[in-house]
């Protein structure tokens, strides 16, 4: 290996991808047997609330080993659906946490609360229960709480539920991350009032675009079904302000498609994670976002949390070095909600000191569901390589 190879792209070495590696790539899974079946939607002349959308909510619930699922257009609408049936209104505080997409806050600002924003943990930067315990108690009237299964990890799901019921305000998740993940061996889906999934383009389990709403509330359930078709019973009398939220019988066969095989896709994408970590142990200032033994993730991103000072550089200067070796990253979630300028006029930025530097610290790196083993290596092997030129990096990427 010559001295330009060992050295990192941003000190003018070889790149580890000249061609480019994407954050995220999509492969349709058995994409002849999914031609034929939307030929067959297309050929019924029915594209929105037919059997194909009624499969893909039975499967899912076989599949979270739940009563009731209901396919939404997609997760953000599916959580304020739920938020709304919740009964959130009045501007009613909702607390959340900080370190989520933005999506988790616009849903409760479109259902009529409030965000409530609250710390993230250490470990896995998840929803804190003590911190989200002691606001709550400190809030005037709340009306839900919220929790994200950030990058497909489990929450602490028993904790967050007492913090809820000792409150009594209804616990809702956003689960977009986490179609595919287990708490102690028990598939997310089942927990709270309703867990809420995505199957966007990025996520383990794609529909296209689509959402799908978890629930062992049947009553919940019935009122979603009307909700997401404006509010209408059939008879156009409608009972509520609802949305047209229904996912088309197109994305429902998409989402079938990806249906079949997600255990098997989550425990690859497990172990590609489980091999970066291998490779990049021992490394100083630097951890992934792993959830804890016993917990299935579907690390629907892997996630670095860096800590500066050890590693030598900062996520920022990492991803700056990584974009130079044609690896392309993000800076999941930075900034936090609290700081972003849509909840600005809250003025809580200054009240969450843990999730900023935890939002300071992460950075994404490519992961997919059919990316091998040797292509994650080579992701690890230029972290690694870029580390051990820090002071240099450092120097030549000081205005970063």
């Known amino acids: 290996m010559t001295t330009d190879q060992l050295r990192p792209a941003v000190l003018d070495g070889a790149p580890a991808f000249p061609d480019g590696l994407p954050l995220t790539r999509v492969r349709v899974p058995d994409r002849e047997r999914l031609l034929g079946r939307l030929a067959e939607v297309l050929d019924s002349g029915m594209l929105t609330n037919g059997p194909t959308v009624r499969e893909l909510e039975e499967r899912a619930a076989e599949l979270l080993g739940v009563p009731h699922v209901v396919a939404v257009s997609n997760c953000t ?10 009964g959130v209104d009045g501007r009613r505080p909702v607390l959340m946490p900080g370190f989520t997409f933005s999506a988790t806050a616009h849903a409760a600002h479109w259902a009529g609360g409030t965000p409530l924003f609250a710390e993230a943990r250490e470990q896995d930067i998840t929803l804190d229960p003590a911190d989200a315990e002691a606001r709550l108690k400190a809030a005037d009237a709340p009306a839900a709480m919220m929790a994200t299964h950030v990058y497909g990890t489990p929450c602490q799901v028993e904790e ?8 009594g305000v209804p616990l809702v998740y956003d689960a977009a991350h986490g179609l595919g993940s287990a708490r102690r061996g028990v598939p997310i889906g089942g927990f709270g009032l309703a867990e809420v999934f995505s199957m966007s383009p990025t996520k383990v389990a794609v529909a296209g675009e689509g959402g799908l709403v978890a629930t062992r509330d049947a009553a919940l359930a019935a009122t979603l079904r009307t909700a997401r078709d404006y509010g ?3 008879d156009y009398d409608t009972l509520f302000p609802g949305l ?15 249906l079949a095989g997600l255990p098997e896709r989550v425990a690859h994408r497990g172990a590609l994670v489980a091999g970066f970590a291998r490779a990049t142990a021992g490394l100083p200032g630097l951890r992934l976002a792993l959830p804890e033994d016993g917990d299935t993730s579907t690390f629907k991103d892997l996630t670095l949390i860096l800590d500066a000072g050890a590693f030598g550089l900062t996520s920022r200067q990492l991803a700056v070095a990584l974009k130079a070796e044609g690896i392309d990253t993000r800076r999941y979630f930075h900034p936090p909600v609290h700081r972003q300028r849509a909840y600005a006029h809250l003025g809580r930025a200054e009240e969450l000191p843990r999730t900023d ?15 091998n083993a040797a292509t994650v290596r080579r992701v690890a092997d230029a972290v690694v390589r870029v580390r051990s030129f820090a002071p240099e990096v450092r120097a030549a990427l000081h205005d970063v």
């Open 77 to 86: 609408a599916g959580l304020m659906l739920v938020l709304q049936a919740a």
């Open 160 to 167: 967050l539920q007492r913090v809820a019921d000792a409150a």
């Open 232 to 234: 209408n019973p059939g």
């Open 244 to 258: 047209n939220a229904r996912m088309s019988e197109l994305h429902a066969a998409v989402g079938l498609a990806w």
């Open 357 to 371: 530097r935890l939002a300071e610290a992460v950075l994404t790196v490519p992961l997919w569901s059919h990316m």
